[in-house]
C-alpha cells in the first residue's frame, strides 16, 4: 500500500428507525457476480448494474454499477448507462455519476463479490443484476432473497454467470 493510498473506513451497522420501529439491520451479507467469456471477435467489457428492490414493491436500492469511468471527451462512459435499460429506469437516470463507493470501472470476465447495504429492514426482496456489452447483448438476472439473511442463486444465458446471495 502506498502513502497515498488509504484503507476503507469500516462503520458498525446501526439498528434504523422504520415507521416508529426500530428494526434489527440484516447480517453481513454478500452477492458474487460472474460475467462470463464470450468468444467473440470483437469483445467489449460489459456494463453492469446491480440494485435491490422490495418483493411488495418500493424504491430500488442501487448497490453497484460498472461503467467505463475513465472515457471522457464528447461521448463520455455515462452516455451509455442508459442500455442498462431496466436499472435506468428504476433510478439510474437520477443518479449522479460517478456515484460515491457505488461507481467502479468495467470488469473482465471473472468472478466479483460485491456486499448487500447491511442495513435494510426485515422483508422480501429481490436482487438484480444488468449487464449490457457493446456490440453484444443485454441480460438482466433476478435473485430473490429475505432478511435475515437468506441467499439465493440464479444463472444468466449470455452475458451474466451465476448470480450468488451469501
Do not use: C
Not at 470476465?109 to 449490457?132: D, F, R
Amino acid at each position: 500500500m502506498t502513502r497515498t493510498q488509504t484503507l476503507p473506513k469500516i462503520l458498525p451497522a446501526l439498528p434504523l428507525l422504520v415507521a416508529g420501529t426500530i428494526a434489527t439491520p440484516a447480517l453481513a451479507a454478500s452477492v458474487t457476480i460472474t460475467i462470463t467469456q464470450i468468444k467473440v471477435a470483437e469483445y467489449h467489457r460489459p456494463y453492469v448494474a446491480g440494485w435491490v428492490e422490495p418483493v411488495a414493491g418500493g424504491n430500488a436500492r442501487t448497490i453497484f454499477v460498472w461503467y467505463d469511468v475513465k472515457k471522457a471527451g464528447r461521448e463520455p462512459g455515462t452516455k451509455w448507462l442508459a442500455d442498462l435499460r431496466t436499472w435506468w429506469r428504476k433510478g439510474g437516470s437520477s443518479m449522479k455519476m460517478p456515484a460515491d463507493g457505488l461507481t467502479g470501472a468495467t470488469r473482465a470476465p471473472g468472478s466479483y463479490t460485491v456486499a448487500i447495504p447491511a442495513n435494510l429492514p426485515a422483508g422480501q426482496y429481490v436482487l438484480k443484476v444488468e449487464a449490457a456489452r457493446e456490440t453484444g447483448g443485454r441480460e438482466l438476472v433476478s435473485v430473490p432473497f429475505s432478511v435475515p439473511a437468506k441467499g439465493g442463486s440464479a444463472s444468466g444465458k449470455t452475458e451474466l454467470g451465476t448470480i450468488t446471495i451469501r
